[in-house]
């Protein structure tokens, strides 16, 4: 399996765009995760899903922000309208069960994104 | 919400020396994990570790719930081990996941 993967590697735009990042976990994993990395808050975790549905979305940081994952091989982030503090570098990761498990997780290379 | 804190925020080595990480947190948790990511920015899930010991080659870790931290163990080190180590926490009760803001250990050859 190729890992997870994760498109665009680098998005550059300008703020009160839309921005979409995608990722196609590993194949048979049933979760996945969206974390964001900044210098100034860290990692945090966003957001999950079990079997293509959200689980918790306690860590969105905001309505601009969406989430779906319409399949089990897709997912995507969205931001709309995206705003320069949104700027950060976005991992999604998944495994083959959840937090509480043990389960390993596998990260994707990650999308940076910078909103000038 | 939780606090998580990690120390040494920085740590420098000699390539074969070992090393402790510590996690400390505030609040009693569900489950608490460690993971590393690279100088290229790689993330990878080191120990799953609520509670107990785990090794894994020349890692282990040891979690003492009660007392509230975690220590990771690095013996032998090598210039692969360097980057950043987090560990990251779920709050009991509240299905909150919380950070710690890293180790970024250097490992020099």
């Known amino acids: 399996d190729a890992g997870v993967i994760q498109s665009p590697r680098h998005e550059v735009t300008e703020m009160g765009q839309e921005v979409t990042l995608r990722c196609k976990p590993i194949?048979?994993?049933?979760?996945l995760f969206w974390y964001r990395q900044t210098m100034m808050r860290g990692l945090e975790l966003l957001i999950y899903?079990?079997?293509?549905?959200?689980?918790?979305d306690s860590g969105m940081p905001e309505d601009r922000f969406s989430a779906k994952m319409p399949n089990a091989s897709f997912s995507t982030l969205k931001i709309q309208p995206s705003e320069p503090r949104d700027s950060a570098v976005y991992f999604c990761?998944?495994?083959?069960?959840?937090?509480?498990?043990?389960?390993?997780?596998?990260f994707g290379p990650g999308t940076r994104l910078t909103v000038l | 919400g939780i606090q998580v804190e990690q120390s040494p925020p920085d740590l420098i080595l000699q390539e074969g020396a070992n090393s402790t990480l510590r996690c400390n947190f505030s609040?009693?948790?569900?489950?608490l994990q460690w993971f590393h990511q690279n100088p290229w920015g790689q993330l990878i899930n080191l120990f799953y570790?609520?509670?107990g010991t785990k090794q894994n080659g020349r890692l282990s870790a040891t979690t003492v719930a009660t007392e509230r931290y975690s220590l990771l163990y690095i013996s032998s080190s090598q210039t692969t081990d360097s980057g950043v180590y987090f560990c990251?926490?779920?709050?009991?009760?509240?299905?909150?996941?919380?950070f710690g803001s890293g180790t970024k250990l250097n490992v020099k050859p």
């Open positions: 990761a998944s495994s083959l069960a959840g937090w509480t498990t043990g389960q390993e997780q596998f």
């Open positions: 194949s048979g994993h049933d979760y």
């Open positions: 990251a926490v779920e709050q009991v009760d509240f299905n909150k996941f919380y």
């Open positions: 570790i609520p509670s």
């Open positions: 609040d009693s948790v569900n489950n």
């Open positions: 899903f079990n079997n293509n549905v959200p689980i918790d």
